[in-house]
């Protein structure tokens, strides 16, 4: 097992008053070797409180965590580590080479072979035509790639990124997912947060969704999402019998294609059995399940009603 939480908990004080905010509570879960674990939540779940208590840099107030069968903080296990922060930050007096090669030197990498490894990662992010460039005329997606490179630099057999497609255009979002799913090719275990569903989508082995510092669910998305079909929307040329078409919801209407949404399964097939009958030509049916999106704003909801925000439960990031 690379990483295991059992029981994770931080609650801070904060005010005059020194209130109690739980930001995390009773947090338990597994990442497996070789596969990438979402961790999802909207903005202040808990998401970078529990990375940041999985590298070491705030304490747990209870229960305990693992890593590399490690207790965290653990130097040992830092070792095989590449963390990429949420918000990055840099000497930007420095040019993306020399940071590069900065990190490569704290992270203990040979020196004769640096230049080369630090030279393969900017190409890998997509900044070699700007690795002499001084960081402070980054753009913040040119930062973030290049805190992904910091965080390789090493090759670290766990990479742990705390919203790695946070500033990027749908090009670099897209460039990002690619390299994590290379990274899982070569055999690497990847623990990432997001509030970016369909990121989670393309890219999860398994996802653990965090929701006011609890964790709600843990599994693979299939697993989690219903397989009952929402509703089934039926493109059709009618040749008449338009009257089968009466217990949908027309959607598209253009000349005789015509699009209807039905809620139930049966009616649309009956309308389907109905149209063919009478002439019309059948263009497509789709059937429409849960998405991971519905399943967050469901839970979410759930949540809401479950445990009313207050003062004293919010969770923060």
Sequence with gaps: MILRTQGLSKTFEVGFRRR???????????????????????????????????????????GEASIFDAPIPSNASKKRIGYLPEHPAYHEFLTGREALRLFAALSEVPRPLAPRRCDELLELVGLSSAADRQIRKYSKGMQ????????????????????????????????????????????????????????????CDRVGVIMRGRLRDVGRIGELLSPRVRSVELTVELC??????????????????????????????????????SGSRLVSLTRHRETLEDFFLRRLGESSEARPESGAARAVA
């Design 144 to 203: 973030q790639r290049l805190g992904i490179a910091q965080a390789l630099v090493a090759d670290p057999a766990l990479v742990i990124l705390d919203e790695p497609m946070s500033g990027l255009d749908p090009v670099g979002r897209k460039e990002v997912r690619d390299l994590i799913l290379e990274l899982k090719r070569a055999g690497k275990t990847v623990f990432f947060s997001t509030h970016i569903l369909p990121d989670v989508e393309a890219l």
């Design 240 to 277: 008449g019998g338009s009257e089968h078409l009466s217990r949908g919801r027309i959607v598209a209407c253009d000349g005789p294609r015509v699009t209807v949404a039905f809620d139930d399964e049966q009616a649309a097939d009956a309308a389907v059995r109905g149209l063919v009958g």
């Design 20 to 62: 109690k905010v739980r930001a995390v509570e009773d947090v338990s879960l597994e990442v497996h070797e070789g596969e990438i674990f979402g961790f999802v939540g909207p903005n202040g779940a808990g998401k970078t409180t529990t990375i940041k208590m999985l590298m070491g840099l705030i304490y747990p107030t209870a």
